[in-house]
């Protein structure tokens, strides 16, 4: 491979040259990578005089075709692969698609223990394995403009009873607080709110309780309908034209969004100037001791359970997930709390933002992160935007609806359902 | 056309008015998102969203996205065209010296399972690319064709809606009579077809050609099913990577590599011109073919 | 001279179609023969009634789309003297050339009247977001301009070709007949392309029944407009392509094409489309 390169983001600039790869000791692995992930595995790739990485570029959405394949073959199967989708991580431990390694007797406990609190929800299944090590974190704060906050009078939420009365105020005055249309961060409403989309409360992965008649997930769906009715929640998706207008317009007060949002969304998409964004902790309802936050994305690398080198692999995705010099410079926040910690001083030191206590509220409220957020062979997302893109009545109505969507869909996927 | 042999001048007059309508408003119908298409590439990522529709950018614009489309992987997307192109001249070739005489043969002589091959072909024409993935994909491999060259080649090469396309065209436009004299002559069928059917074939070569080009030019199933690497991918595989998982389309996947809207737009121009060059030059052709059909009258 | 095609078609046609239809009378995980279960299993799936509906919906928005539009344009175009024909037939086509990835970049920004070019019709239509258009055209309507803008130039190409081939004695005669344009193009010329506009109908219909790719490309414009499971193809890939469980896909497929198969026969059969003379 292309080892001549200098990488900025690595640790080493090695100029290590690709002869002797057929010295004895050398493993030889293929991993899939998206574009984004392709300088790192150089990284390794170069670091590294004893592995040596055949990197294959795969489009994100036909990784898991691809791979379900390359399994009925039996020939070219990656032995490490990053899944941005954590949906994947089910899709490919299955009986059919048994994919993924268990991890968990391969790498060290102590990179393990190494994770932020909750990082590791989407790889850990109940019975005890180990199927992924995640590359970051993506859990639901507060994003805020303060500039716009102040000069309004209002005061930053804590809980979500206050995030609804300012978001009617807002709305009197022309703001939005949010997006009411966006999968994800309906989602974050109203997990944060008890509803039960399937999750294996129990000690088995294959059972799952699918609940959302709970009085906390109706009190979060009504919630959602008000703050829609009163234009609060824009009827645009946050990547649409229509509310990127509206957002360079001055016309976003706040956004429940991902650790990401900041630095991926706001700052390069909605161009909000310098020294007006900060952020506070994720939001819990006034009777509720703490908050629960779902989360949007933060990817995952997995590898193939029948690798001839499933070492090499562990080596291989460890460092991927918490090499310093690697994390440290990545563009979303590190799941590694050591490369996170690496990683806080350039959020921290980056005059962008209005308060320099940023990482420090995503660091915080990493231990509120839900417990069961995780890729399921049920996709929730899609669910829920069929049923809520099915009509224009109230979401509370349509819990039902999406419930027996829900159900359905997991006897489908060879779920039990507890419940 | 102008000639009056109608009855009623005025009925005339609104016929062609309203025929003139309908082809202009077609006319802006379908030349507006190419023509929105080339504008956009001269616009910046903050343009394409607060400009109107039909602003005009700067070439400044278009040659920085160039740059980050040219120097993404060492010019990969060059590799990539080629690659295309190597897939596209072997396919269509190919296809046309399967395509045109068995549409001949079809459509000229009757012959046991002349029927059944005709079912077939239409059978294979609407066959759903996902029940033929996993068995095309097996078989491939046991072949030790998947990322090759040449099992691109051969997959493309099966074109059955140009069978169809030779076939209505023999039926229609070569007449039979023509073919049974140069029989009576003595010529074998294969002699009759180079002599006589094949010089009238100009446009349906063109549009076979041409048609063919299109699919495989475009053709995106096979390639993701026959090719797991970066240095085969043709350029619609190539630009599906780079892409969705750049984050150009929708933000939820984290990047900072320079790929974004404007480089998506610029990229998907590079598969279009092609086409549209071919097009041009492909319709010259049908239209030369068609002068020389009409001699034979 | 039939040998390279059929060798092609056993290949590429035949031997595919018949590996999966094996397929789905097997149980691709342990690999026994389990007779109609995997047809049992794909006709219980609940989200199956809803695919049919859809498809269906779709497919009598785009089969009339196709055919008026077609029929209708490539007979104006072939009373047009050559070159003004030639220079329309050029721009109903070049949309077509807009493929693969390509599409899904101009269809995000085609769809959102705010930064869309046919904003002023949707402005004329009341429609001021992408979410409106969605909702307010429906999906089956979206998804046939969709395939409408890609095809719909091809085959009017075709379609000129065609017409091209039309003997010009036939149409000479008719005009010494006294036929007015509009008669000629009705009475002699639509005669004439039954065929291919037969061809057209058939293979929109078959296809438009497997339609895959216009909905898959919806994710693309934002999750919340995201519809996996619209059409039947897309349930066929995803009991393949996200469950793995080829046999069960085969099955869904096999009962698609074996739709599609009956219908276009019929019509072939029907009109003695394979008819030399």
């Known amino acids: ?419 | 056309m102008a000639r009056s042999t109608g009855k009623h001048p005025l009925q005339r007059f609104t016929n062609t008015t309203v025929m003139w309508v309908i082809l202009g408003a077609a006319f802006v119908f379908y030349m507006t998102p190419i023509v929105w298409l080339l504008l956009a590439a001269f616009r910046t990522e903050s343009e394409l969203f607060s400009a109107s529709a039909f602003h005009i950018g700067s070439v400044d614009s278009l040659l920085a996205t160039w740059n980050n489309l040219a120097t993404y992987n060492d010019f990969l997307i060059g590799e990539w065209a080629f690659n295309s192109a190597v897939y596209s001249v072997g396919g269509v070739s190919l296809s046309l010296v399967a395509a045109v005489p068995a549409g001949y043969v079809l459509a000229i002589y009757d012959f046991p399972f002349r029927r059944l091959i005709l079912v077939l072909t239409l059978i294979a024409m609407i066959t759903p690319n996902t029940v033929v993935a996993l068995p095309i994909y097996l078989q491939m491999q046991a072949l030790g064709l998947t990322n090759s060259y040449l099992g691109m080649i051969l997959a493309t090469a099966f074109f059955p809606f140009g069978v169809y396309l030779a076939f209505i065209y023999y039926v229609t436009s070569l007449p039979r009579a023509l073919v049974e004299s140069a029989r009576i002559d003595g010529a074998t069928r294969f002699e009759v077809f180079l002599k006589i059917a094949l010089p009238l074939s100009g446009p349906l070569i063109a549009l076979v050609g041409f048609f063919s080009f299109l699919a495989n030019w475009s053709n995106y199933f096979l390639a993701f099913v026959l090719l797991t690497r970066d240095e085969l991918y043709s350029l619609p595989i190539g630009l599906a990577v780079l892409i969705s998982s750049s984050g150009a389309l929708g933000n939820d996947v984290a990047s900072d590599i320079p790929i974004n809207r404007p480089e998506a737009i610029v990229a998907a121009l590079l598969v279009i011109l092609p086409v549209l060059l071919i097009f041009l030059v492909s319709q010259r052709y049908v239209r030369a073919g068609l002068l020389s059909g009409a001699e034979k009258g | 001279m039939l040998a390279p095609y059929l060798a092609l078609l056993l290949m590429f046609g035949f031997a595919p179609v018949f590996y999966a239809f094996t397929l789905s009378f097997m149980d691709t995980f342990e690999w026994v023969f389990w007779g109609v279960e995997n047809f049992r299993l794909v006709l219980q799936d609940f989200r199956l009634g809803d695919a049919i509906g859809n498809v269906f919906t779709y497919v009598a928005v785009w089969l009339v789309m196709l055919v008026l539009a077609v029929g209708g344009l490539s007979l104006m175009l072939d009373a047009l003297a050559p070159r003004p024909a030639a220079v329309l037939r050029t721009s109903f086509f070049l949309p077509g050339a807009i493929t693969s990835s390509a599409i899904v970049v101009v269809w995000l920004f085609l769809l959102d009247p705010t930064v869309s070019p046919y904003a002023p019709l949707f402005k004329l239509a009341g429609l001021e977001t992408r979410s409106h258009v969605v909702a307010q055209l429906g999906f089956p309507v979206v998804f046939a301009l969709m395939a409408f803008l890609a095809h719909s130039g091809g085959w009017i190409v075709v379609m000129g070709g065609a017409l091209k081939g039309i003997p010009t004695e036939v149409l000479e005669a008719a005009r010494v007949d006294g036929a007015t344009p509009v008669q000629t193009a009705l009475q002699i010329k639509l005669p004439l392309i039954w065929r291919s506009l037969a061809l057209m109908a058939i293979l929109a219909f078959a296809t438009g029944i497997q339609m895959f790719v216009e909905p898959q490309l919806m994710a693309m414009a934002g999750s919340q407009y995201s519809r996996p499971d619209w059409s039947v193809n897309q349930l066929a890939f995803q009991y393949a392509f996200t469950m793995g469980d080829f046999g069960a896909s085969a099955a869904m497929s096999v009962l698609l094409l074996t739709a599609a198969i009956s219908i276009s026969l019929v019509v072939v059969f029907g009109t003695k489309f394979y008819r030399t003379d």
């Open chain 1, 1 to 419: 491979m292309m080892k001549f390169q200098c990488l900025t983001a690595a640790t080493t600039c090695a100029f290590a040259l690709s002869v002797g790869a057929a010295s004895a000791e050398t493993v030889n692995l293929t991993v899939w990578s998206d574009t984004a992930r392709v300088t790192a595995y150089e990284a390794f790739d170069a670091a590294h005089d004893d592995i040596d990485l055949n990197i294959v570029t795969v489009a994100p959405p036909d990784q898991v075709a691809k791979l379900q394949l390359a399994l009925q073959g039996g020939e070219d199967v990656p032995d490490v692969i990053f899944m941005a989708d954590l949906t994947h991580v089910a899709q490919l431990s299955t009986r059919r698609a048994n994919y993924l390694m268990d991890l968990s007797g391969i790498i060290d406990q102590s990179v393990v223990d190494g994770f932020l609190p909750n990082a590791l929800s989407p790889c850990q299944t109940p019975d005890g394995r180990l199927l992924c090590l995640r590359n970051d974190l993506a859990h639901f704060i507060v994003w805020y403009d303060e500039k716009l906050m102040t000069e309004n009078g209002f005061d930053v939420p804590a809980t979500w009873e206050e995030f609804e009365a300012l978001g009617h105020a807002a709305a009197e005055k022309g703001l939005i607080v949010g997006t009411g249309k966006q999968d994800a961060p309906l989602l974050n409403f109203l997990t944060a709110g008890g509803c039960e989309f399937g999750f294996p409360l129990g000690n088995d992965a294959n059972v799952l309780t699918i609940d959302l008649s709970g009085a906390g997930c109706v009190r979060a769906a009504e919630m959602v309908d008000r703050l829609r009715a009163s234009g609060a929640l824009s009827e645009h998706g946050p990547f649409e034209p229509a509310f990127v207008t509206e957002a360079k317009e001055d016309k976003l007060l706040l956004f429940v969004g991902s650790t990401w949002f900041g630095e991926h969304v706001i700052r390069p998409v909605y161009e909000l100037p310098e020294g007006r964004l900060a952020a506070s902790d994720s939001l819990r309802w006034a009777d509720e001791a703490q908050p629960v936050a779902w989360s949007w994305g933060g990817g995952v690398f997995g590898g193939y359970t029948e690798s001839a080198h499933p070492e090499a692999v562990a080596q291989v995705i460890t460092w991927m997930t918490t090499d310093i010099g690697l994390q440290s410079q990545a563009t979303t926040m590190p799941a590694d709390a050591a490369s996170s910690d690496a990683w806080r001083d350039r959020i921290a030191n980056d005059p962008y933002y209005a308060r320099d206590d940023v990482y420090d509220v995503m660091k915080r409220t990493a231990d509120f992160g839900h417990p069961y957020y995780a890729g399921y062979r049920v996709d929730f997302s899609a669910a829920l935007v069929k049923i809520d893109g099915a009509s224009n009545a109230p979401l509370a109505d349509k819990l039902s609806d999406l419930e027996a969507e829900l159900k359905n869909l997991a006897r489908i996927n060879r779920y039990q359902l507890a419940n």
